[in-house]
């Protein structure tokens, strides 16, 4: 019952990511705005000093207040904020004295601000020395790389943010920035944040070497009881880097195994995805597709994978499906709709010229659901309401 319900909760969540996925890092967390990109959106940017301020009262409904003194303006729409000016907020931010925070602005009827963020010389010469929106993507992330895992965590946190927001033609075209020998250190490292390793798994896919691989797959193979944040990205590295061998490693350490942890599985599913979409023929569209079928012996998976496998129009399992359909394990609302779709798809893979004749697996498909429409009509007409191509 966990499992699949972690089926379902990772199924929602593909679909919800499946509209950023050709925008964003493929195995990066939720992408966020970072600081640099707030900054370019604020009408006003300073750099002040915490001075005093008054605790909130409850009792006299009093929110409290905190005054700065303005030490440097980055930017200032509104050309009134000048170094040694105050700026009062009407709420209380405990503090002390000579502390130094960076405040964004927006413009209404006058400047609102947002929350103050502390900073560090440091942390803010990196913020305001960030190159702009308007600077070619490969540019910025040239920037950005010099500053992952740095030691000032709000730098870190936010250089690996813009790695995070980047898209994947962009990643790899500063594939030669990339400190390999510290990508190593920081997937060994406990101690480096675990949503980070992803991206530092597809890195060392991009720019690594032999020695690399063989350290992933070590990493991959080890011993796992519980899920492992990254591991999908460590694994689209390592098949980056081996190919077809590594398609094999994987197919029998991850998909084959009766024994292995549901999210392990899951993990080598979106590394097929990633390769499918990414990949550039490293592993050829037919062998990634064996692959993926090998998980159709999952049935808590069944759905998902029905779904790659439509997607990918892989009519060879059409057959299959239809023994499938309804048996222990497969007999569950969502794997008999994703079945439908899968058919619903097959049957809209047709030449559009309509003087054609239609193709053996357009036939297949229109014989699969008329039989189904028969047997199981409640559950066909549910698919067919939210069906979609999505090829």
């Not at 308007?134 to 950005?144: K, N, S």
Request: proline residues 5%; glycine residues 6%.
């Amino acid at each position: 019952m966990f499992r699949r319900t972690l089926s379902i909760c990772l199924g929602l969540a593909l679909l919800a990511a499946g509209a950023m996925v050709s925008l964003a890092c493929p195995f990066c967390s939720a992408p966020s705005l970072t600081l640099c990109e707030q900054l370019n959106m604020s009408d006003a940017a300073v750099l002040v000093q915490w001075e005093s301020g008054l605790p909130a009262d409850r009792e006299k409904a009093f929110l409290g207040s905190t005054d700065y003194t303005v030490l440097k303006v980055v930017h200032d729409s509104s050309g009134a904020l000048k170094p040694g000016g105050t700026v009062h907020l009407d709420r209380y931010r405990a503090s002390k004295a000579g502390d130094m925070f960076l405040l964004l602005g927006t413009k209404t009827t006058e400047l609102e601000w947002g929350s103050p963020l502390e900073v560090t010389d440091t942390s803010f010469n990196y913020i305001t020395q960030a190159p702009s929106k308007e600077v070619p993507a490969t540019e910025r992330l040239a920037y950005f790389v010099k500053f992952l895992e740095f030691s000032d965590q709000i730098v870190a946190d936010d250089a690996y943010g813009e790695f995070a927001n980047a898209q994947y033609k962009d990643i790899v075209a500063v594939k030669d920035k990339f400190p390999r020998e510290k990508l190593r250190e920081w997937l060994a490292n406990p101690q480096t944040v675990p949503s980070r390793l992803g991206l530092y798994g597809l890195m060392t896919g991009l720019s690594g070497t032999e020695a690399d691989a063989e350290y992933l797959k070590g990493r991959l193979l080890e011993p796992v009881e519980g899920f492992r944040l990254g591991i999908d990205g460590m694994m689209g590295g390592y098949l980056l880097l081996v190919g077809e061998k590594g398609l094999e490693v994987l197919e029998d350490a991850k998909l084959r195994s009766k024994t292995v942890p549901f999210s392990e599985t899951y993990a080598t599913m979106q590394a097929l995805r990633f390769m499918w979409t990414y990949g550039d023929e490293r592993i050829s569209k037919d062998r990634l597709r064996q692959s993926m079928r090998i998980i159709l012996d999952r049935p808590e998976l069944a759905d998902l994978v029905i779904v790659d496998l439509g997607r990918w129009q892989d009519w060879s399992v059409a057959d299959r499906l239809m023994e499938l359909y309804g048996t222990a394990g497969y007999d569950i609302p969502s794997t008999k709709r994703a079945i439908v779709r899968f058919y619903l798809t097959m049957e809209a893979a047709k030449p559009k010229d309509a003087k054609e004749p239609f193709p053996e697996h357009v036939v297949a498909a229109q014989k699969h659901l008329k039989t189904l429409r028969e047997k199981d009509p409640e559950t066909v007409k549910a698919a067919e309401e939210f069906f979609f191509l999505n090829f």
